[in-house]
């Protein structure tokens, strides 16, 4: 059946036509509906989690491909890095069934901290990569690599990026198999217990791999050459599109320019790269975050020898950073084609600047209220504040201006620990404040509060707890006792969790209950060693409420004291008085307990 | 090639007006294409929603000057993504401001008159809907998407019929959202005429 399906959805419905048994991962923009979208189809007799980091999901991928059966493992970039360890020696040991690793490359970056190109990390880990163009691409492309895996026992790389995974396009769905049942674990020392003499045995047939699969992949229907011309263009991923079209506008012939279409970036089918190197004049790479591609003909044209003239972005003729487009591509072609080609339109050159819109904190978001308790208690004292991954990220934009760092998943805390230390000596020591959410918690903050308290740091955490993953879309974590599956769980305590950790105090409070939480901050910044106070309240986007406040305009003074102080999205100014827009406000009360005069009240 | 471009602050339905409209197209036996911001810029923040229809070999983005309607939920957001519009491109806007909240903290004017006049003296077809209008005649806030479905159908220029749209909303909208939504549609197909 025909089907308007996003990059994410079509690769996860490609997935269970592969016959996927057990499916995990860890929820990150732009990776998550792949994950969702098979629980949300799952024909019965489909295994779906989210595991608590990318590392448990990637191991539990792992084991079930030892049984034969296919896995899938979902992570965004980032999310890679953390599951880099059980990777690296993975490859070594290999899988039986098929097993993709299906990681979500972000270039500008959009949602994310960097622009990290997954193909090298194909290239440095071993494992094949597959690149998919388009969503209906990805649909064909995941099946195929699951039978790479297959047969080659080896886990491979399929990386999109957020424009592939986040458009969608008509495709046409199979009937779902039943999922492929493995013949269960069977046991060999020799094959699944990583030693030395393995990994050197291992090397070796990974090399003669690398050498085998590039011819294979010359092949490769995914790796294609169009057009005639003799002007070269290599390309891979979403460029692919942007390339057609570009080339579409400026060459009405086709006599100008041929592609060269990369789909498995490593291996480099390099059998095929040279056909099309004999068959042009010049090349230019157009692909986003490094250049892979580019650098693969590089050291192709040394290899043989040849002399080609190579544009890219080693010769700073296409951007290093940030994404690409139609409209950087035309401009670069028609540059080398002497065509006339300008983006820009006369008659908007007198366009207005309409003020920014970054992304903000919802309206009655409890992390506002969390954020200005903490901000309130710290008032006139030296303070630092460590952030973390998620919504709260957001807490670092002005008037809250509550976030001095932010790293990585997890890494509020121990940077935290570590400006702690750097002052160990010294009497006038700032209060440190590591500021982390729910969902992250569990995923790597559990080992950085240990290594606080076992090093004796002085920090207070603060838990946003929220009750979900929210910056993604809401997912289930293990504080919720919900899975993937559907079915209830323990849900594991925060508190407890902190308390068997053994922190000097563990406090929980409703952040909606201002003075409440003002006084907890109080007294924990004082105590020494470790200390946590768990903001509860739910996200707005989950809890509704029909509650708004609304502001008596006869009383307001015009102060604008609780814009100033909370930047919420519901608060604007009108004829010199504050009013509050209905349809976002949720009734936090947060702008009651600033205004100087009183004069906001629920709505009747 | 039809490319239309619906942009809009976070939260305000510029996704599932998107998918409707894709889907239409579908109906009609067209190839779709669609691209959306999805994650952090969804708190409060721009979005954008390309759709692109009879469009095999394209960019899931629609490129500076080549969208045939500029969709815009919100006046700024309208003015913010004119450079998108073809030179015989028509605009529709919902006269609805949201006031961003760096120009509330600056205390920055933020008038929606003149951003429509702005785009008025710009582009030779303009269609401003009130959005807040549709709204109340419709008992909801969150039909406003629909109500401009309606009027992009009803401008011609996506060459999608009702029919197709209609189509849709049935096999989309849940049975006790469907007359409120094909309420709105109507409404917002009036704008055009």
Known sequence: MKELLMGNEAIALGAIMAGVKVVAGYP????????????????????????????????????????????????????LNVASDPLMSLNYVGVKGGMVVYVADDPGPISSQTEQDTRHFGKYAKI??????????????????????????????????????????????????????????????????????LSYESKKKLEAREVELAKEFSKLKYNFITGTGRIGIA????????????????????????????????????????????????????????????????????????????????????????????????????GLTGKEYTESQERFKDLPDIPGRPPVLCAGCPHRASFYAVKQAMKGRKAIFCGDIGCYTLGNAAPLDMTDTCLCMGAGITIAEGLDYAEFDKDDRSVKFAFVGDSTFFASGITGVINGVYNKANIVVCVLDNSTTAMTGHQPHPGIGK????????????????????????????????????????????????????FKSPCVAIVKTKKSAEVDRDKCIGCKKCINELGCPALYMKDGRACIDKALCTDCGLCKTVCPVKCIKEEA | ?????????????????????????????????????????????????????????????????????????????????????????????CDNPICPVTASLAGIEYDSRKMIDYIKSKVERVIVVDGNKICEECGSSKVVNVALVGTIIKTGAAELSEESVKKVLKDKLKPEFLEMNMKALTLGMEYAI
């Open chain 1, 28 to 79: 990150g923009t732009p990776s998550t509906e792949v994950l969702e979208t098979i629980a949300k189809r799952n024909p019965g007799k489909i295994h779906v989690e989210w595991s608590t980091n990318e590392k448990s999901a990637l191991e539990v991928a792992a084991g079930a491909a030892y049984t034969g059966a296919r896995s899938i493992v979902t992570m965004k970039q980032v999310g």
């Open chain 1, 128 to 197: 094949p990569v597959f690149d998919p163009a388009t969503p209906e691409e990805a649909y064909e492309m995941i099946q195929d690599a699951f039978a790479y895996s297959e047969k080659y026992g080896m886990p491979v790389f399929f990386r999109a990026t957020t424009r592939v995974c986040h458009s969608c396009a008509t495709i046409d769905v199979g009937e779902f198999p039943e999922p492929t049942e493995g013949e269960g674990f069977i046991k060999d020392t020799s094959r699944w217990v990583i030693f030395p003499k």
């Open chain 1, 235 to 334: 390309c891979g991923g979403v460029s692919r599109a942007y390339v057609c079209e570009a080339v579409n506008d400026l060459d009405e012939n086709k006599d100008i320019f041929s592609i060269f279409n990369v789909g498995t970036p490593y291996p480099f089918p390099e059998d095929a790269a040279l056909e099309f190197i004999n068959s042009i004049d010049k090349l230019i790479c157009f692909e986003e975050l490094d250049p892979v591609i580019e650098d693969a003909f590089t050291y192709l044209l040394g290899k043989h020898n040849i002399k080609l003239e190579i544009l890219g972005k080693r010769t700073m003729d296409v951007p290093n950073a940030g994404e690409l487009g139609v409209v950087s591509i035309t401009k670069i072609l028609a």
């Open chain 1, 483 to 534: 899975t993937m599956m559907g079915d209830v769980s323990n849900a594991i305590s925060i508190p407890k969790v902190l308390e068997a950790i053994g922190l000097t105090k563990v406090v929980t409070v409703d952040p909606l209950n201002q003075e409440e939480a003002i006084n907890a901050v109080k007294e924990l910044a004082d105590l020494p060693g470790v200390k946590a106070i768990i």
């Open chain 2, 1 to 93: 090639m039809k490319s239309l471009l619906l942009c809009g602050v976070g939260g305000q339905g510029t996704v599932l007006a998107s998918r409707i409209l894709a889907q239409a197209a579908m109906e009609e036996g067209k190839f779709a294409r669609t691209a959306e911001t999805i994650g952090m810029a969804q708190r409060g923040g721009c979005v954008v929603s390309h759709v692109r229809i009879d469009s095999k070999d394209c960019s899931p983005l629609v490129p500076l000057k080549k969208a045939d309607i500029l969709i815009a939920f919100e006046p700024g957001e309208a003015v913010r993504n004119l450079p998108y519009l073809k030179p015989e491109g028509i605009v529709i806007v």
